[in-house]
Structures are given as C-alpha cells and as structure tokens.
C-alpha cells in the first residue's frame, strides 16, 4: 500500500482494557488539534501500522487501532492458549466505541482496508452518529459468496497453488468449507500441525492478492509468530462469515445515508473484486465509487486516495462543527 507522508511516531499511545481480559492498543499520529479519523486495518490481524501514512498529518488527527488479539493489543492470537470466542465483529465495534469515546472524540472519519471495509462499515451501521465520513478500500463485505470466493472459486486463476491450500486439509475436509477446516488445524494441540496450517493457509493469502506481473511474496508472511495470529484470526472471522448474517451490511447501508462516503477499488482487485464496492455504492445513498482501472487489492490508488481525504477535510470539518453533510459526486 503507497504511503506518501513520512513515518511518524505516536503523540499519544495506550493500552485500554475492553474487559473480558482483552486489552486493545491505540495510538495517535498527526496533528493534536487535527481532524479525528481512525484506522481500521485489514486481516483480520493484519499489521495496523502504516494506513495512517496515507492521511496528512498536518491535517488529520488519526488513531490506529490494533484489532483484539493482534498487533500490540493483548492477548494474542498467536498465543495457542488464547480464546477467541470473545472476538467478535460486535466486539470489535463496541472497542471502537470505547476508544472513541476515551479519546474524547465526537465524531471521526473512518478508514477501513480489506477487512477493516467490513469492520468499517459494521461499526458506522452500528453507530452512524459518530461518523464524519468514510474512506473505503478494497472494498468487501466477508459474506458467504465473498468467502466461497476467497477459498474455492479463486482456484479457477491459481489452480496450482489453489490445489496446494485445499491440499493442506484432511481429505475429508477438503470438499467441504475450507476456512473451517484451516481453523480447526490452527486450534491443534500439536504445534507442527498449527504451524504447516499457518504456512499453507498465509502461502495462500499471499497468491491471491495480485495480479501484478511484479508481485513480490510479502516478508510479513516469514514471521511463525504473524502467520500463526494471522492465520488463526482469519480463519476465525472467515468460517463464521465475520459473525454477521449473510448479506446484512448491504441491507443495512441505508443508515449511512447522508454520511460522504468515498469507495476505492481496483480493476486488478481479485481478493475484493469491484463488483462489492459497485453493490455497496448502489445501495449507500450519497456515496461516489472510483474503480481505479490499473489498481490491485490495496495498491496502486495512492493518488486517488490522497485526493479523497483532501476532499474530505473540508466536509469533515463542517461535519464535526454541525453534523453529517454530504458529497454526491460519482464517477
């Protein structure tokens, strides 16, 4: 993912107990008197860390959050000893909410990517009050179909490498849904068995992002202790369809409805194809969809993105003066 502005480190950082013995970090980038806007990275599980790049920091006042059992909020997924049953999509929101609100933040513009779009668009379903606006990459809702997609129908494209990942199962599984089949290796009381699933399952992850004929493998992938909390909060979000009922982000967008909301996806997108973000931007009244005709899943959109927070500023600022206002423009 392009990151035009300079590595920054935190003005503000911590780490607030959401209860249940989960404890989820936060931190601060940008301008201390800048516009609210919070981070919602991908993965689940993936690094929370560089999205806020994207954003001015002389204008914005952006928070990243590191997602329950990922990056530095605690425990960790990575920790074979850690329950996961508390993590959940509305678990997830209801630590936005209480970052939010011990932040002291009214309002703020939400930036989702990958699975921070899912995550992103739960929360503002969930909470439209708190939003000032949405910036949306590499749009995906976590749906069946988008699952089915993710983990079978891709083998049409990568065939080889599709068969090595349906191959990393039981036989028995492999017919069946294979992000359930992966979790239940991942929970494996035998370490050899988490860590070959963690390898095949990440093997995957890092084919089907890219088209691109200069794709490179991603060296996050050769960390064991990344791909064991990677995999294993993937593989938990995926096999329960992000804990959301089938096709509800998209019935619900009507509650986003005077809340500017920017779409960005790739032509080249294969993980999230732009269809997701042309359903969404169908049903989001007031939103604008921009396919970027040579971008992937996260790359290539760099100077789009950065027009659509310039853009934002403005309306942001009188959003968090007299609430939601609106952009209209669709192209």
């Known amino acids: 993912m392009p990151a035009p502005h300079p590595p920054s480190e935190p003005i503000d950082s911590g780490l607030l107990d959401v209860g249940g013995g989960h404890a989820v970090h936060w931190e601060v980038h940008g301008a201390p008197g800048g516009l609210p806007a919070v981070v919602v990275h991908g993965g689940p599980g993936a690094p929370a860390r560089g999205m806020h790049r994207l954003l001015d920091p002389a204008t914005w006042r952006c928070v990243v959050l590191h997602q329950r059992n990922c990056g530095l909020s605690t425990p960790s997924a990575a920790d074979p000893a850690t329950d996961l049953s508390g993590n959940t999509t509305a678990a997830l929101v209801t630590d936005m909410e209480a970052v939010r609100a011990h932040l002291g933040i009214d309002r703020w513009l939400v930036f989702g990517a990958s699975w921070g779009t899912t995550l992103g668009l739960a929360y503002a379903e969930a909470h439209p009050e708190r939003v000032s606006a ?30 090595r990942f349906r191959d990393g199962v039981p036989e028995a599984d492999r017919d069946g849904d294979l992000a359930t089949a992966y979790a239940r290796l991942l929970a494996s ?20 992002v890219s088209l691109d004929p200069a794709w490179q493998p991603n060296p996050r992938f050769e960390d064991p202790v990344f791909r064991l909390e990677f995999a ?45 973000a042309w359903h969404l931007h169908r049903a989001w009244p007031g939103s604008e969809l921009i396919i970027e005709e040579g971008g992937g899943h996260g790359t290539g959109q760099g100077a789009v993105l950065d027009d659509a927070f310039t853009r934002l500023a403005g309306v942001v600022g009188v959003a968090n003066r007299s609430g939601p206002s609106g952009i209209s423009q669709t192209r």
């Open 232 to 276: 294993r909060l993937v593989t938990h979000y995926w096999s329960n369809r992000a804990f959301l009922p089938d096709g509800q982000l998209l019935r619900d967008a009507g509650r986003l409805a005077g809340i500017p909301g920017v779409l960005v996806t790739g032509r080249f997108d294969v993980s999230g194809p732009p269809d997701i």
């Open 189 to 208: 009381p035998d370490a050899a068995v988490r860590e070959e699933a963690a390898r095949n399952w990440c093997a995957w992850e890092d084919v089907h």
């Open 134 to 163: 949405m910036v949306l990459l590499a749009v995906g809702t976590t749906g069946e179909r988008e699952v089915t997609w993710i983990t079978r129908d891709m083998g049409r494209i990568w065939p080889e490498a599709w068969a």
